[in-house]
């Protein structure tokens, strides 16, 4: 059945973020019965967000990340709207101060996604469209799991991993916080990748990959990214 986290009342639903990523979870939502009570961003013209479902109206804009922290975090649930490959710290960023605030996330799961009843996901990971999840998976916090990518059986998913759109991750793979897997990657059964890394789109990883490192191609070279050491 699809989920989302169980909540003791009914809170507001506030994006951080309204951009493309944003906009998908809106849909979702949409298809869950949720809807957003607001969202926040630079500037309210910087908003992908449809208008309300039920109003007509424009969702309001409350404005930059810091104008919630004037609120209760018991009369607010957010939704991590960064979404962007190149934004995985931000993203990590925005639900660590946050959390420490005292806000909690909503862990989103799609109609159309599958979770196994033996997986565990925890709080505030986004399981999109098409996505599977198989048998005793596990994915921390703050993850994604965007549309049509397989994270199959006995998986071990970190922190803030990016796993994009077509991505499969074959059975016993361990991939460590912040990284990003690029859509169309192929990452073969039993191998471990290190965290903060990035896998390029249609990479076919074949090997272990170490922390901080990019891989590129078929099968993937890695090397180290740029500004690590």
């Not at 946050?98 to 909690?104: D, K, L, M, N, R």
Request: aromatic residues 4%.
């Amino acid at each position: 059945m699809p989920w989302v986290t169980t909540l003791a009342s009914s809170p507001s639903i506030v994006m951080v973020g309204a951009g493309g990523h944003a906009r998908v979870l809106q849909d979702v939502l949409s298809g869950l019965g949720f809807e957003l009570a607001g969202f926040t961003a630079p500037h309210p013209d910087d908003s992908q967000l449809a208008d309300s479902l039920t109003t007509g109206a424009p969702i309001p804009w409350i404005g930059d990340d810091e104008a919630l922290r004037s609120r209760d975090p018991r009369d607010i649930v957010l939704v991590n709207g960064v979404g962007s490959a190149r934004a995985a710290a931000l993203r990590d960023s925005v639900y660590s101060d946050f959390v420490t605030a005292g806000f909690s996330f909503l862990t989103v799961e799609s109609l159309e996604a599958h979770v196994s009843p033996s997986a565990t996901v925890l709080a505030g990971t986004q399981v999109l469209r098409g996505a599977v999840v198989n048998t005793d998976a596990f994915i921390d916090e703050n993850c994604i799991i965007n549309s049509g990518a397989i994270v199959e059986h006995h998986n071990r998913i970190g922190r803030s991993v990016h796993v994009a759109v077509g991505a499969t991750l074959s059975g016993n793979v361990t991939v460590g916080a912040g990284t990003h897997i690029g859509a169309n990657a192929t990452v073969i059964q039993g191998i471990t990748i290190g965290a903060n890394c990035t896998i390029a789109a249609g990479a076919v990883v074949i090997s272990d990959v170490p922390d901080n490192s990019t891989a590129v191609g078929v099968p993937a070279q890695f090397r180290p990214s740029k500004g690590s050491r």
